[in-house]
């Protein structure tokens, strides 16, 4: 079966661009002394910009040619699945998960592993698209199109999702095509 981020590894950064917007550290509540996470986090083009802002950043993905461009980076890149994270309890003070949580197989159990890895007063932080806008349904039915299995959720579905795990979630809109999810715990 094709593995659509495999396949999309080498050229990624240059099809998905990003510039860091100031929100971030802001959201993410950065600097912090500690950890943070970047879940389904591909090559790192987001945390990336983070290393100077914690003391260590971790990128997992499940995809070994995404953690190959991550590590040309210099980040530290771990394989792994976000349904069971390879982290013990608490060891992250932030997490973010950026445009990833539609692609998850089973999204609940991601951040139920999110809310067990996080340190107490730590924070995740999901950015995803938001799928009542037009745009983003023409984004959904392209990647049904492409078979990449893909679900995407209303901010209020991400937050009862987060909340049922007992972090404290809320939704803020950037005025694009997405929407952030701050949780705190």
Known sequence: MLDHFDFLAPFYDRLIKMSLDSAWTDILNLPTDGSIL?????TGRISAQFTTLARKVVICDFS?????????KE??????????L???????ERILVVDALHHFKKPQSAINEFARVLKPGGRLVIEDFDISLFAVKLLAWAEKLALMGSRFFT????????????????????????????ADK
């Open 64 to 72: 070994l040619p995404m953690l190959k461009q991550a590590r040309k």
């Open 38 to 42: 970047d879940a389904g986090g591909g």
């Open 155 to 182: 901010p209020d579905q991400i937050v009862e999702m987060v909340d049922s795990c007992g972090l404290t979630a809320g939704v803020k809109r950037n005025g694009k095509t997405s929407f952030w999810i701050i």
């Open 86 to 92: 390879p982290f013990p309890d608490g060891s992250f």
């Open 75 to 84: 980040l530290l890149a771990v394989n792994g699945s976000v349904e069971k």
